[in-house]
């Protein structure tokens, strides 16, 4: 019954298949949407880009499939966020944001099985009786909605459970809820006092207007950030404040431990090596007489191999990313800070316990940012990731691609009105790969390519 | 389709930015007045994809303007409209909410009936092979076998995919057998998250409206070349300021890279070059221009947009 | 060692286009970037007819400049023009147009091109660019003077070794080519900006680009 949607759909919604051609690069024909019948037995696809004319021309047929296109977009468009009964999750806002309760010796129900692990600090530093509980303290103050009964897939990357396992959203999880239409988010009652089941009914439900005019602005949250979130959240990925979500944020001793402890040892490791290596250098080079202050810089020695030489004309300093000090968020200037912890759909997670991002991510709004950023905010901001070198039998193997990872990296997401590009930025350590010392010459692919066949003309 | 909304048509300010929630709105904006703005929102009948956007648009801010200075539409605080949501009377409130739940009932209903469609549609074309195999078998005198049994199980719908389906599912199949049957069970309504808050919210009063966004210097060419008949978006991407298309975006390719100079700033030779080498390795003009007049030399935004030149350079192949 | 010494510091010689250049002994550096350019175009690319004009700068009153948009801007802009041995641009609505009509661009009489030269580094803004398309009728009907004056013949392809039915396909395409210009709906005014390469190890290569008045939509080839 499908026959000829099938030609129209050729990937499925599967986050790992790319396509070719970034689709989202254009303006798609929201006619092959829809051919997507949304009530048909296979899963919705990704249509394929529709052929576009070179320029208006007074034809009918051009008019037709222009009007066509944006019937079918409005049609898309206003395709209405429906909750029915048996999958319906409530939550409601809460604009004060989270309050912890006011009796504070309730024993805790243990609900936030997950969460339950103790930080530690609250259980030694508690003389107050009225701490929140542990799981609570990870509440964020930015956190305004609500789920009473969280049910469902999202809670698992999403939100913070309270005392009373409700679990709380922060404005751009609430808002990338709403907007996919998995969540019915409530204003909150009138009688404010009593929450009371009774009550509840006269509850309205807030619109997609009012979720964007509430969250948008909350708690460090700007569009472009949201747009950045809500982009990578279509496509699976789950993402997580990082420390420098703050723009007016103050050395904070939690996180500077938590970013040093990561790195440290790797930063000592090639280090050291690195430092070895130029002692050895310089005992195995004693007949040396060159000079670079005032002689010729190759020297009158007997040089056996070009390696010697090559080695004497690197007189200029280069720069070492692994000897790079470690920095503070705090150190970076804003918009070149990162702000998003991301991982990849296929990473293990515990939000309790976070491991090492799969990228960093910091986000610059073209509006609020028309210039580049200098070479100081872009080594802070790269310094402020931890190391990162590249590794693994293929790294060891091919140069460029050694090259191409570099030692640190950061993801820079540069949003234009709307239009988002993903730009990876890597600390490549140049002066860490001497072509002299490589015997075969230059590796990687290229080197492959007299097998290849040569190209159609 | 061709809905005429009511002007001038409110563009929600919110947290700095220029928002749209109202496709009637985005719709005619864009068949009227060639606004196109961009698709920042997830759509949720497929939300796990970026090629297709839906609700909100963002405006950039010489969109809002443009829009604005014709006296087509006008800005909204709406952190300041949304207060009336406190003081919302309850018999409002309760109107609202009947409101919601007639269409809630009305969705229902709906997708019943399409469910209901589909199935006969199924189940006749189920019979229809049968008796096509029917005809098949009968004529090869092979009348041993019955092939229609498996094809039956592939052809019935298994809507496991889909979330969307699911939801609008989870009655039908637990009540009725896939039989021809007409009877629709009771439906009871769906919740809706609105678009947009108007209702319940009234329109602003006029007093109430914001004054006209400010723009960035490259505006007069922005609005040159949209007074042409171009559809200019963001172009960042694309390396340039703006992409002018001389259609609708949805159906044409875009003519031209632009970038906007004011009258004596410096431009490098060499952004020529690149920006020419740029535009004609992807079969598009570069198009440079900016208005003869400063911001500071003249009373408004649309007399700088009069004394605007353009230039297009490509490359000359020598 | 000391021998060698005499031949080892000997410059080789100039190259042409900069003899040339020492040649004309120039006072601006702008004119310095025509010669390149000239050179240029004579000899890489058979331009023929090559001849040069300037827009004269406005360099002792920098006060009317703010003010009046459509003055020249301080430095003279030099102008070259000539003879290319094809076609460098076809607008992409008159390539139509001579498709359908068996219209061959050997068949057309040589159009005279302008090129502005300019080079890396040098100022330029939109001032200089309008200064160029608002001077370039001037230029255009001294150039067309000079034709005359050196060839007055050269300009009338002989009608006689054409068939009438082309003489008249070709007659009509004059008439469209008019009206197209005054219409701009084959492109408005245009001229090719030559950059010449000349920085930091530039290497003196000229990139060509085309450059219209206006919005003039793209060739699609």
């Known amino acids: ?457 | 389709m061709d809905f005429q909304p009511e002007l001038p048509i409110p563009i929600s300010y919110v947290s700095g930015r220029y928002l749209l929630f109202s496709i009637d709105a985005v719709t005619y904006l864009r068949r009227e007045h060639h606004i196109c703005g961009v698709l920042i929102g997830t759509l949720p009948q497929i939300p796990q994809q970026n090629v297709f956007l839906g609700l909100p648009l963002e405006l950039m801010p010489e969109e809002a303007r443009l829009l604005v200075d014709k006296g087509v539409a006008c800005i909204v605080d709406e952190a300041k409209a949304h207060d009336g949501m406190n003081t919302l009377l309850e018999e409002d409130r309760r109107r609202y909410l009947r409101d919601l739940e007639s269409q809630g009932l009305h969705v229902s209903r709906i997708q019943s009936d399409r469910k209901e469609r589909n199935r006969e549609q199924t189940l006749k074309k189920l019979e229809e092979k049968k008796a096509k195999a029917k005809a098949k078998a009968e004529a090869s005198a092979a009348a041993a076998q019955t092939p229609t049994v498996p094809e039956e199980g592939t052809s019935i719908p298994s809507p496991k995919n889909a979330a969307v389906v699911d939801l609008f599912n989870a009655e039908d199949r637990s009540s009725s057998p896939p039989t021809a049957s007409t009877s629709i069970p009771p439906q009871s309504a769906m919740a809706i998250t609105p678009a947009t808050s108007y209702p319940p919210l009234p329109t602003p009063p006029s007093s109430s409206h914001l004054s006209a966004p400010a723009v960035p210097p490259s505006y007069p060419l922005f609005a040159h070349l949209h007074s042409k008949g171009y559809f200019l978006s963001p172009g960042l991407r694309f390396g340039c300021q703006y992409m002018a298309y001389p259609g609708d975006p949805l159906r044409f390719h875009s003519h031209f890279l632009v970038v906007s100079y004011d009258w004596d700033q410096n431009i490098d030779i060499m952004d020529l070059v690149a920006g020419g080498r740029l535009g004609t390795g992807v079969k598009k003009g570069f198009l440079i221009g900016g208005s003869q007049k400063g911001i500071d030399e003249v009373d408004s935004e649309a007399d700088r947009v009069d004394t605007v030149r353009a230039f297009s350079l490509e490359w000359a192949g020598m | 060692m000391m021998a060698n010494k005499q031949e080892a510091t000997k410059r080789p010689n100039a190259s042409a286009v900069t003899e040339h250049i020492t040649e004309k002994d120039y006072d601006s550096p702008h004119l310095a970037t025509s010669a390149q350019v000239q050179h240029n175009l004579g000899h890489q690319h058979l331009w023929t007819s090559i001849i040069g004009d300037i827009i004269l700068g406005q360099a002792e009153d920098t006060n009317s400049l703010s003010r009046d948009p459509h003055q020249p801007p301080r430095e003279p802009i030099p102008l070259l023009s000539g003879y290319p041995p094809h076609r460098v641009y076809t607008h992409p609505d008159e390539q139509l147009y001579m498709l359908e009509n068996g219209i061959r661009e050997d068949d057309l009489k040589p159009e005279r091109m302008f090129v502005v030269p300019t080079t890396q580094g040098q100022p330029w803004t939109l001032r200089h660019m309008a200064a160029v398309f608002d001077r370039l009728p001037e230029f255009k009907q001294k150039a067309e003077e000079h034709d005359q004056s050196v060839n007055p013949t050269s300009m009338q392809l002989g009608a006689e070794s054409l068939d009438p039915e082309k003489a008249e396909k070709l007659a009509l395409y004059y008439d469209k080519k008019e009206k197209a210009r005054l219409t701009k709906e084959w492109g408005a005014q245009r001229c090719l900006l030559a950059m010449v390469d000349k920085g930091m190890g530039g290497d003196g290569t000229v990139a060509y680009y085309v450059v219209h008045e206006g919005e003039v939509k793209p060739r699609q080839n």
């Open chain 1, 1 to 457: 019954m499908a026959d000829a949607d099938e030609d129209l759909i050729h990937a499925p919604a599967n986050a790992s298949a790319q396509p070719e051609v970034d689709l989202s690069d254009e303006t798609q024909d929201f006619r092959f949407l829809n051919h997507l019948n949304f009530f048909a037995d296979s899963s919705p696809g990704i249509p394929r880009r529709g052929e576009k004319d070179f320029e208006p021309n007074p034809t009918e047929l051009q008019a037709d499939v222009l009007s066509a296109s944006r019937g079918a977009m409005h049609n898309a468009l206003s395709y209405p966020r429906l909750h029915g009964a048996k999958t319906r999750v409530i939550a409601f806002y809460a604009p004060d944001g989270y309050v912890p309760p006011a009796q504070p010796g309730r024993a805790k129900p243990k609900a936030g099985g997950e969460d339950g692990k103790e930080d530690g600090k609250s259980s030694e530093s508690t003389p107050k009786p009225a701490r929140p509980l542990p799981n609570s303290a990870r509440i964020s103050p930015d956190a305004c909605v609500y789920v009473p009964s969280p049910k469902g897939q999202f809670f698992k990357t999403m939100g913070q459970a309270d005392s009373s396992s409700r679990v709380w959203l922060l404005p751009e999880e609430a808002l990338y809820l709403i907007e996919r239409g998995s969540l019915d988010i409530r204003w909150p009652s009138p009688s404010a006092s009593a929450a009371g089941p009774g009550e509840e009914d006269l509850s309205v439900p807030m619109s997609l207007q009012a979720a964007y005019t509430c969250f948008m602005g909350r708690g460090g949250l700007t569009l472009e950030r949201y747009s950045v979130y809500t982009g990578l959240k279509r496509l699976g990925y789950a993402l997580f404040r990082a420390p420098g979500w703050c723009d007016d944020m103050e050395q904070q001793d939690a996180a500077v431990s938590d970013a040093s402890e990561l790195t440290s040892p790797e930063l000592h490791g090639p280090g050291l090596a690195g430092m070895l290596g130029s002692l050895f250098n310089w005992i195995h080079d004693p007949r040396s007489t060159a000079s670079t202050a005032t002689g010729p810089i190759i020297g009158t020695g007997i040089h056996r191999h070009y390696m010697d030489v090559y080695r004497k004309l690197a007189i200029i300093p280069w720069y070492d990313p692994v000897t790079a000090p470690e920095r503070h968020p705090s150190d970076t200037t804003p918009p070149f800070r990162v702000v998003f912890h991301i991982y990849k759909p296929s990473t293990p997670l515990k939000k309790s316990a976070l491991p090492t991002p799969d990228f960093r991510i910091a986000v610059v709004s073209t509006r609020d940012q028309t210039t580049m950023p200098t070479m100081t905010e872009l080594g802070a901001l790269l310094e402020s990731t931890p190391l990162d070198p590249p590794r693994g039998e293929k790294m060891d193997r091919m140069m460029y691609m050694r090259l191409r990872h570099g030692y640190r990296n950061v993801v820079m997401a540069v949003v234009d009105q709307g239009v988002v590009s993903y730009l990876r930025i890597a600390d490549s350590a140049f002066g860490k790969e001497k072509l002299y010392e490589n015997k075969g010459g230059p590796q990687g692919p290229k080197r492959n390519r007299t097998n290849q066949k040569p190209r159609k003309r």
